[in-house]
């Protein structure tokens, strides 16, 4: 019997070893959701009925070297000033020192990078990054994909940095309180883990092995002593 829980106990720490070896490589993934604050038909700002629709989405996601970031804009129903809808024009927010590199989609310009010094927009939050678009050019149904990389860039030390992801949408029609055509600023919240951090998936498996080592162990037959 002691032979036997120790072949299984044997086993469970090469499989463990193995769980942490395939959680390794999976890459950890983040998604941001930019939503609606009120109902964008209608006069009424406290009117919520197509509340937290999203006007655009941000993955951020593990990479070899790096980080991938990858903007969206789907269509939505944000009243716009003109047909052509609403366009996205800067995405802020915060992270370690990195080299960026357009992927696909729309390239974010030149000028975007790491500010040299923090700059504080709405709600008082501050920013050291930020990506500009062509005016006029992310309509909706567009997206943009891009690279962070450099030494230690990973997705969780750019979600646990201070503040939330913040992103410029402009030519916003009425009734918003502004004039025609004017910017939005939204604001993303905590974001969703899209694919788990290695260390959860390796835990996760720890527990698998450590239940059916013990459920193994018990469904051993026993052994009962003769009777004398």
């Not at 700059?119 to 062509?134: C, E, I, K, N």
């Not at 969703?192 to 059916?212: D, M, N, R, T, Y």
Request: charged share 10%; hydrophobic share 45%; glycine share 8%.
């Amino acid at each position: 019997m002691f032979m036997h829980t120790v072949s299984v106990c044997r086993a469970g720490v090469a499989a463990v070893a193995l769980t942490a070896a395939m959680a390794s490589s999976h890459a950890a993934q983040y998604d941001y959701s930019f939503h609606t604050f009120y109902d964008p038909t209608t006069s009424d700002a406290y009117d919520t009925r197509s509340l937290f629709e999203a006007v655009a989405t941000l993955s951020v996601s593990d990479v070899a070297g790096g980080v991938q970031l990858s903007l969206t804009q789907p269509q939505h129903s944000l009243a716009s000033a003109t047909t052509a809808g609403t366009f996205l024009k800067t995405l802020w927010f915060n992270g370690p020192i990195a080299s960026w590199t357009s992927v696909s989609g729309l390239a974010p310009l030149a000028s975007s990078g790491r500010l040299s010094a923090p700059v504080t927009l709405d709600g008082g939050l501050s920013y050291r990054w930020r990506f500009d678009f062509a005016d006029n050019a992310f309509a909706e149904g567009n997206s943009a994909t891009w690279t962070l990389t450099g030494t230690g860039i990973t997705a969780q030390s750019f979600v646990n940095s201070a503040g939330w992801p913040m992103l410029t949408l402009t030519n916003a029609g009425m009734p918003f309180g502004v004039t025609p055509g004017g910017q939005l600023n939204f604001v993303a919240l905590t974001p969703v883990a899209a694919i788990p951090e290695p260390a959860s998936v390796a835990l996760f498996g720890l527990g698998l092995l450590a239940l059916a080592a013990w459920r193994g162990v018990r469904s051993q037959p026993r052994i009962r002593p003769a009777v004398q």
